[in-house]
C-alpha cells in the first residue's frame, strides 16, 4: 500500500493529514503523521492567561478520518532512499510532506539567557505564567516589538509592570506604518514603557541590563526574537530562504516525491510576497499540500495555492485589538470593534473534532476571507 508520511503535528501537519485524507477518499492509501506530542498546540494563542486551554487532542481530528498517529520525533530524512528516521526508526514513504514548523532563534552569547521566559512553546507559555501566578505588580521586561512581543506585553500588563525593548527605531516595524498609530496609543494606555534602538545584554536575578548600560527591575525576561524554520529543511534543499525555508512550487512540491507547507515552506503569496509565518497561511499550505501529496499517488488531480487575502489581527490586552487588511495593513477595525474579531478568529483556528464530514469539509475550503466586523460574520467563508 503506498504510503504518505507527514512531519509535523501544527497546524500545517494537522491539514495536510486532513487534505490527504480528503484526496484518498476511499482508494487504498495509508496516512501516518509523526509528531512527538499528543496535542495540536494553538501556538497564536500562548500569549493568554491559561495556556493550557490553547490546545486540542490529535487523536480526536485524526483517528476518525482514519489517519495513524506515531508519537516520535523525525532526526533524518533520507531522500533517496525516501525514508525517514524517527526515534531511531526508520519509516518508508512514497510522498513526504514536511510541516515541522519554526522555533524561536534564542540569544547568542547572552548572559543569563538561562533565565529567559518565551511563549514560542506550550511548555515555554506555562513556565512563564507558572513563574507570575499570584504575583501583585511584579515587573516584566519583553525583548522584541513585533507580533509575538506585543501581544505578550500587552497581555503582561493586566498584571503588573512592562517595558517593551527593541532594537529598532520604532514599534512594530515589520508590521510597517499602518497599525502603528493604534499600537502606540494602546501601549500608552496600558502604561508599557518603550526602550527602542536598544536590548538586553545581561539577565540576572530580579534585574535585567540594557544595551545603554541601564539596570532594570525584571521578574521576568521574555524573549520574542527571531523564528527560524525547523532544521529538517537543510535535509530536503540546500537553497534556503532568510527564514530556513524551503523553495516549492504552486503545488508546493519541493523535490518529486516531497512537498513542504507552514512555516517550513517558502511558498509564492502573490507575484510580490512570500506567505507569512503564521497559522492563517499554514492552515491552507497544510490542506493543500497533504492533498497533493495524496492526489500525486492515487492519479487524482492537483491542487494549486490560492490563499485567501491576507489579514492580520493583534491583541492589545486591556486596550482590544487591531485588525488590518492586506499588505500595507490597512486598520479596518480596532479596540473593542478589533477584539471582537480576535475573540472571533482565535475560535476559528479551532480544527472541528470527533466528525471525519466535518473535518474533511474543513480541509476542503482553502480560500478563507475572515470579516472584519462581526456583523460580517454571516456573508463570510468560515475559516477550517
Not at 536575578?205 to 525547523?230: C, F, N, P, Q
Request: net charge negative.
Amino acid at each position: 500500500m503506498a504510503h504518505v508520511v507527514i512531519i509535523g503535528g501544527g497546524f500545517a501537519g494537522v491539514w495536510s493529514a486532513a487534505g490527504a485524507a480528503l484526496a484518498r477518499g476511499e482508494g487504498d492509501l495509508r496516512i501516518t503523521l509523526v509528531a512527538p506530542n499528543e496535542h495540536l498546540v494553538l501556538r497564536p494563542r500562548l500569549y493568554e492567561p491559561e495556556p493550557d486551554l490553547a490546545k486540542v487532542e490529535l487523536s480526536r481530528i485524526l483517528e476518525p478520518i482514519g489517519v495513524e498517529h506515531l508519537r516520535a520525533s523525525v532526526s533524518t530524512i533520507d531522500t533517496d532512499r525516501r525514508v525517514v528516521v524517527a526515534d531511531g526508526e526508520e519509516i518508508g514513504y512514497d510522498r513526504l510532506v514536511l510541516a515541522a514548523g519554526s522555533e524561536l532563534v534564542p540569544p547568542q552569547g547572552l548572559p543569563g539567557a538561562e533565565r529567559l521566559f518565551d511563549i514560542d512553546t506550550l511548555d515555554g507559555a506555562r513556565r512563564l505564567t507558572d513563574h507570575l501566578r499570584g504575583r501583585e505588580d511584579y515587573s516584566a521586561v519583553v525583548v522584541g516589538a513585533g507580533f509575538v512581543g506585543l501581544e505578550a506585553a500587552t497581555a503582561l500588563a493586566a498584571g503588573g509592570r512592562v517595558l517593551l525593548v527593541d532594537r529598532s527605531e520604532a514599534v512594530g516595524d515589520q508590521l510597517g506604518p499602518g497599525p502603528r498609530e493604534e499600537i502606540e496609543a494602546a501601549l500608552d494606555g496600558l502604561g508599557v514603557e518603550r526602550r527602542l534602538g536598544t536590548t538586553v545584554t545581561e539577565v540576572g536575578d530580579g534585574y535585567a541590563v540594557l544595551s545603554d548600560g541601564t539596570k532594570v527591575e525584571a521578574d521576568a525576561v521574555v524573549w520574542s526574537v527571531g523564528i527560524r524554520a525547523s532544521e529538517l529543511t537543510r535535509q530536503i534543499s540546500g537553497e534556503l530562504d532568510h527564514l530556513g525555508r524551503v523553495p516549492v512550487d504552486r503545488r508546493l512540491r519541493a523535490l518529486p516525491e516531497v512537498f513542504v507547507a507552514g512555516d517550513t515552506a517558502a511558498a509564492a503569496f502573490d507575484a510580490e510576497h512570500t506567505v507569512m509565518q503564521a497559522c492563517q497561511h499554514a492552515t491552507p499550505l497544510g490542506k493543500v499540500a497533504g492533498y497533493n501529496a495524496a492526489a500525486d499517488l492515487l492519479g487524482v488531480p492537483l491542487r494549486d495555492f490560492t490563499p485567501g487575502p491576507y489579514v492580520t489581527c493583534l491583541d492589545l490586552g486591556g486596550a482590544g485589538a487591531v485588525f488590518t487588511r492586506g499588505w500595507d495593513r490597512r486598520v479596518m477595525a480596532s479596540g473593542a470593534d478589533g477584539a471582537a474579531v480576535k475573540k472571533r478568529i482565535n475560535q476559528l483556528i479551532h480544527p472541528p473534532v470527533d466528525d471525519a464530514a466535518k473535518i474533511l469539509a474543513a480541509a476542503d475550503r482553502v480560500y478563507i476571507e475572515l470579516p472584519f466586523f462581526p456583523r460580517d460574520e454571516e456573508k463570510t467563508t468560515p475559516a477550517g
